[in-house]
């Protein structure tokens, strides 16, 4: 059959085959929380199809072109890219001769594009449903790409800009210098992940108390204090960010030891009125009272501008001024009853 005919009559098949591979892969993967960037389908166009078949010199294109439907799935990190591996082989039939991971693919002079490339069927026994019943044995492609190998294959390989060969030497040098620095950039992030991964790991199962204030040593301690205090944190899954722990060392507190002796001081006198609150208004709750003047000066930061009435006529019990150094840093009186931190929360 003429190659045209077979497109113009297969051309509905194609993208409905696109788009069930693709729903089926974004199925699985949010139903194991596994992260991705993007999972997209496209379908060869009969132009890009015949430049192809012209390229190959395919004798029967119609069977040996295997990627006129293709799925790309781009993830964050190189670590990431494996998950995604083993979800592809677990769930298609992989035409392993005609399939390669990672640098698979490339010759010790190439660098930089290196997507994993599988060409897949559906397994006969998922054909039996009725939704996959018309894409028996019809091959397509799926890539799996980092973020940053994504880039790299939009420039030099997708953009047509030609970057492996034709041109001189010293420019083919800078290329593949560049390409080295991207793969090198994208190793050690995965490596930076895996440190972080490993340090929350670290502190979820060992004392904090000499740790210094970050993120993730102050959400802890914070979880510990609520429970020590008898208090109730909502939004327990809302994060402590950086500009959160940033408050803290600008307050001039060193590690959680400090923190911890200015809450065992003053947090149930601080705290009296208020059993349920969230991150954000436990930690400020603790530094205002602690020393309003100090926290004002040194760690508000114009990270919020809302104080309530009630909360007010507490800290006006220690600090009589306490309005006008509120106004003085441009935080105004809220007479509703609306927690002065809750624009924190996203």
Not at 263 to 277: C, H, K, P, V, Y
Not at 279 to 292: C, E, K, M, P, V
Request: net charge negative; aromatic share 10%.
């Amino acid at each position: 059959m003429d190659f045209d005919n077979y497109y113009v009559e297969n051309e509905q098949k194609f993208n409905a085959l696109g788009d069930a591979v693709e729903s089926l892969i974004r199925n699985i993967a949010r139903q194991r929380a596994i992260e991705f960037v993007s999972i997209e389908n496209r379908i060869k166009t009969r132009d890009s199809c015949a430049l192809k078949i012209k390229t190959k010199s395919y004798k029967d294109p119609a069977r040996e072109m295997q990627d006129i439907v293709g799925v790309r799935i781009v993830v964050h990190f190189i670590d990431n890219l494996q998950v995604f591996i083993e979800l592809i082989k677990e769930t298609f039939q992989i035409d392993e001769k005609n399939s390669y991971e990672e640098n698979g693919g490339l010759g010790t002079d190439r660098v930089g594009y290196r997507s994993s490339h599988f060409v897949c069927t559906f397994d006969p026994k998922r054909c039996e449903l009725e939704e996959y019943s018309g894409f028996r044995k019809i091959q397509f492609e799926i890539q799996i790409r980092t973020i940053l190998q994504h880039a790299w294959a939009e420039l030099a390989h997708d953009r047509s800009y030609k970057l492996d060969g034709g041109l001189p030497k010293k420019i083919r040098r800078e290329v593949n210098l560049y390409a080295g620095m991207l793969e090198i950039a994208d190793r050690n992030f995965s490596k930076i992940i895996t440190d972080i991964e490993e340090y929350k790991k670290k502190i979820t199962t060992q004392p904090i108390q000499k740790q210094e204030i970050d993120s993730f040593t102050l959400k802890k301690f914070l979880n510990e204090a609520a429970i020590k205090f008898n208090i109730d944190l909502v939004e327990e899954a809302a994060k402590v960010d950086e500009k959160l722990a940033e408050e803290v060392r600008d307050f001039g507190i060193k590690d959680i030891s400090e923190l911890a002796n200015i809450f065992d001081e003053i947090a149930l006198e601080a705290m009296s009125e208020e059993t349920t609150t969230n991150y954000y208004g436990f930690l400020r709750s603790i530094l205002t009272w602690y020393d309003l003047p100090r926290y004002m000066q040194r760690a508000h930061n114009g990270n919020w501008n809302v104080i309530d009435k009630r909360y007010l006529k507490k800290l006006e019990l220690k600090y009589p001024d306490a309005l006008k150094i509120f106004s003085d840093h441009s935080v105004e009186l809220e007479e509703e009853l609306e927690p002065f931190w809750e624009s924190d929360i996203e």
